[in-house]
């Protein structure tokens, strides 16, 4: 038996594949800062969508936010990540439809989170990391404000090293409709405006590697939700939108 029939040839195989293709990648996009994105639907490089609307019309179905990031500088033996997403929204105080996660809140079970590959993006730890939302904090910074918090990890054996200019994938957030319609959780019609504020990754070194900020132009870690800009005017740009989540 040798590596070429072996059991092994298949993974090597699937290694050998990504090393090619995260290189031509690396070169594609080497026009990207360093920085997070998050986009509706799929990740920034696949064109994911900045804005959902949403007739609030049905209990079914599922709005899928995706989050991808891009380093500066290789980072090895990468064994976790922690991520902050922040969501404002126009009436004083955050709606119903936007309680989630906690007890008594009024869709609980509403938010979830999963890992996801996509085709000009890919899992940063390759299937292999726990998925947790280790908070939803309602009244972060404002009343009309939440903070999900994120923490990924993976097993010793699942250590990644992670390569510059790549667009990974961190997490798809998801937001079932579940009662919107026939039930007391109002707001969905309300706009809001989400961001990805924030990724920590962490090294085996001890060191946790803070990146911020759009990869391209001024708004790929902005989305919106029913069409959300800022009031009162509604027509402020996204860099005054950015101002807002500092």
Known sequence: MNEETGPWAGWMKRVLLLSATLLAMTASLASAA???NLRWDACHGDGGAINRNFACNTNAGTNSMRASFELGSAVPGVSGIEASVHIV?????LPEWWEFRNAGACRVLALSIQAYDGTGCFDWAMGQASM?????DVG???PNRARVRIVNA??????QGLSAGVEYTVFALNINNLRTVGATCTGCQVPAGIVFNSLG????DGNI?????????TDSHFIAWQGWLPTPTRRATWRGVKSLFR
Do not use: C, H, Q
């Open 34 to 36: 360093p920085g997070v």
């Open 89 to 93: 929204t126009d009436p004083p105080v």
């Open 132 to 136: 947790n939302i280790a908070g939803y």
């Open 140 to 142: 972060f910074l404002a």
């Open 154 to 159: 993976v097993v010793p054996d699942a250590i």
């Open 201 to 204: 990754v962490a090294s085996i």
């Open 209 to 217: 590697y803070w990146i911020a900020g759009p990869t391209n132009g």
